[in-house]
């Protein structure tokens, strides 16, 4: 099993930045990727970006490239997303997830935290 903890959200006023990360434990031998998705009220969860052990990143939503990045820290098992030049439409539920990077486009997703409120609002 893996536990994964979110923390960083926040309230953030247009045009803000807020950093989220996601401290992963337990079994981290079993997982080499560890993505963030997030779902606003109303909608059905995102992808927004997506991490590999081996360094490689990708994004999934045209709409956060150039302003968000995903990083990792592997000494510490964590992973964050820089979200700088926030919108009110990222307003959103942040989820941290960590799986497997089988060549697939998305990583699959075993294993997922319990999320992070970010809301862009003046």
């Known amino acids: 099993q893996v536990q994964l903890v979110e923390s960083g959200g926040g309230l953030v006023q247009p045009g803000g930045s807020l950093r989220l990360s996601c401290a992963a434990s337990?079994?981290?031998?079993?997982?080499?990727?560890m993505g963030w998705y997030r779902q606003a009220p109303g909608k059905a969860r995102e992808a927004v970006a997506h991490?590999?052990?081996?360094?490689?990143?990708?994004y999934s939503l045209n709409s956060v490239k150039g302003r968000f990045t995903i990083s990792r820290d592997n000494a510490k098992n964590t992973v964050y997303l820089q979200m700088n030049s926030l919108k009110p439409e990222d307003t959103a539920l942040y989820y941290c997830?960590?799986?497997?990077?089988?060549?697939?486009?998305?990583?699959?997703?075993?294993?997922w935290g319990r999320g992070t409120q970010v809301t862009v609002s003046s």
């Open positions: 337990g079994s981290i031998f079993s997982i080499n990727a």
């Open positions: 997830a960590a799986g497997r990077d089988v060549g697939t486009i998305v990583p699959v997703y075993n294993y």
């Open positions: 991490i590999r052990f081996s360094g490689v990143s990708t």
